[in-house]
């Protein structure tokens, strides 16, 4: 039996969306309503996974960075298939104060390949800049954007990442989702926020939460506000996380 908790705050979409997935056979999910409850959750050796549901943030991961004592980032995880054809993948840095540091930027990239490794996912990296690679010279801005889109990409391909892709796209975001990649890398936190309001609350692409990185344990973040297919999202994605990790 996979043992799940979700956390319960003020939004009550979080029962309904229980409700939907019960009739999974194998799976259990228990309700939590305290952020120190949810914690121990996840720390503890008999649930396998972790959704925060509708209780606050800022607690929680301040206790986890404690624990773990370690960069613990988060990638939002979006599915598109819509049109015949599904198409998976981890949008990161999404937070607009996340991975301002190359060296951030580095750890967010093996974090993520080490996920989709662990779900039997062979990564396929696109590296995002501000401009087209001839763009050179535009201004201070652009060049910077450029060398540093170009420094990440030498820096991964020549890293101990094992059996990935990896190919810097600059601003040719079409072109990086027409070609599947299943991480895309942006410049920076903001860009990657803009990017995911235009794919996600614009244009419907639906997101399953943000999965946090750089720890053993499942944990998938989410918004108080979510609707409840929002929220049975991120529980089957939870399950389907566990189920990747232990076949």
Known sequence: ???????????????????????????????????????????????????????????????????????????????????????????????????DSFDEKVNLAIQSSKFLKSINLKPKIAILSSAREDDYGRSDFIDESLQNSEKLYNKLKNSNLGDVEIKNYYILLEKAVKEKNNLILCPNGVIGNIIFRSLVLLNSWNSYGAVALGIDDVFIDTSRDQTVEGYLRSLKLAYQIVKSKNS
Do not use: W
């Open 1 to 99: 039996m996979i043992r799940i908790v979700v956390g319960l705050g003020k939004n009550k979409n979080v029962l309904k969306a229980i409700e939907k997935i019960n009739n999974i056979d194998d799976l259990d999910v228990t309700v939590v309503e305290s952020e120190e409850q949810l914690f121990k959750s996840l720390i503890s050796d008999e649930i396998y996974g972790v959704v925060r549901g509708s209780l606050p943030s800022s607690l929680i991961m301040k206790m986890m960075r404690k624990y773990y004592n370690r960069s613990i980032n988060r990638a939002t995880y979006i599915k598109e298939d819509r049109h015949g054809t599904c198409y998976e993948f981890l949008l990161a840095p999404i937070g607009i104060d996340e991975a």
